[in-house]
């Protein structure tokens, strides 16, 4: 799956991917280790997640920009960038937990990743059910952070699923798009709010994206035509004519 977006991704990106599988969480997991990336890739796969891989700093903010990740597990040794400044890129937009795995052992360089943002350190070697009971507690705070804990969202005869990212309309089942997902997702948090453009772009297309408004206009008229009775009348996903959005309920 690549950026479902209305222009072509970047190319040359190290970031690669399996298919989406609906209801899956997704973890970007950003290393240069071969075998590292094996050996997360068939565990996490195992364990159902969907994995995105980048090998570098670069194509780490590409891919979440793009994929919009559940969960980050990062190395701090990459080859282009280090692992905090790509911490750091990410905090500009994101809250997406970020669980580093390093090899690095300095209680300097734990303090550093964490006061930068980081969730949670891990040092290499890991034993594989720890790294995992750690990932699935970093998930776990998130939502529960998110929407002061609230996970079942209606308006009109829509329901949003938040923990489980999945939407229903008069009880059927609603395919979304990563993109579709990003941008009802921030509406619903934020419900009853104006949600700014550029807050918007940043927040579902990154920061790289904050000028590109005709996104928003494309992927709000596709929203409006799964959820909306009437696609041209809408009376729940609504704009503020030059500023943004707002979800009524």
Avoid: C
């Amino acid at each position: 799956m690549t950026a479902d977006t209305p222009a072509a991704s970047p190319k040359g990106s190290s970031a690669t991917e399996a298919d989406h599988r609906e209801g899956d969480q997704r973890v970007l997991v950003v290393d240069d280790d071969p075998q590292i990336v094996r050996a997360l890739r068939i565990n996490l796969s195992a364990h159902g997640y969907h994995v995105i891989v980048a090998v570098d700093g670069r194509s780490a903010l590409r891919a979440a920009g793009d994929t919009h990740p559940d969960l980050v597990v990062l190395d701090l040794g990459l080859p282009d960038l280090d692992g905090g400044d790509v911490i750091a890129g990410l905090r500009g937009w994101t809250s997406v937990p970020i669980v580093v795995l390093s090899a690095r052992t300095d209680s300097a360089d734990k303090v550093a990743a964490l006061d930068a943002g980081a969730d949670d350190y891990v040092t290499k070697p890991f034993g594989m059910a720890e790294l995992l009971a750690r990932l699935r507690a970093a998930i776990r705070r998130a939502a529960t952070a998110d929407g002061d804990g609230e996970v079942l969202v209606e308006f009109g005869a829509v329901q949003v699923d938040l923990q489980r990212k999945r939407v229903r309309r008069d009880g059927a089942d609603v395919h979304l798009t990563p993109t579709e997902w990003g941008m009802l997702e921030m509406l619903v948090r934020h419900r009853g709010k104006l949600v700014g453009q550029r807050e918007m772009l940043r927040h579902v297309w990154g920061p790289r994206h904050e000028d590109r408004t005709n996104y928003l206009r494309v992927y709000l008229a596709q929203l409006r035509r799964k959820l909306e009775t009437d696609p041209a009348h809408p009376r729940h996903l609504l704009t503020e004519p030059g500023m943004g959005y707002r979800l009524e309920s």
